[in-house]
Nanobody
Framework: QVQLVESGGGLVQAGGSLRLSCAAS????????VAWFRQAPGQEREFVAA????????YYADSVKGRFTISRDNAKNTVYLEMNSLIPEDTAVYSC????????????WGQGTQVTVAS
């Protein structure tokens, strides 16, 4: 059974930082793309960042480019999202998701972790 577990969310002041983690069980991230999405109340879910496990290529939404960094730890089968210079507009539930490198559909999702940025 595949399970993705996010952690690291919380309340932070504007300008602060948080690091989110996405740990997988029942699945090895090789041959997958791991992504972070976020959804704020009343808004559509939006893509934040992704990393191709095999190539180490990374992708970012324009709104977070230069502030957020996605990275991986092979040994821990974990993906991180380092978030710096946080702004209130970053407030959302952040979820990680996984798709095969040759697919456009995300097959597995975590339950999400709340990030709240106070002004």
């Amino acid at each position: 059974q595949v399970q993705l577990v996010e952690s690291g969310g919380g309340l932070v002041q504007a300008g602060g930082s948080l690091r989110l983690s996405c740990a997988a069980s029942g699945l090895t991230f090789s041959r997958y793309v791991v992504a972070w999405f976020r959804q704020a109340p009343g808004q559509e879910r939006e893509f934040v960042a992704a990393i191709n496990w095999n190539t180490d290529s990374t992708y970012y939404a324009d709104s977070v480019k230069g502030r957020f960094t996605i990275s991986r730890d092979n040994a821990k089968n974990t993906v991180y999202l380092e978030m710096n210079s946080l702004i209130p507009e970053d407030t959302a539930v952040y979820s990680c998701a996984v798709r095969r490198w040759d697919s456009s559909d995300y097959d597995y999702w975590g339950q999400g972790t709340q990030v709240t940025v106070a002004s």
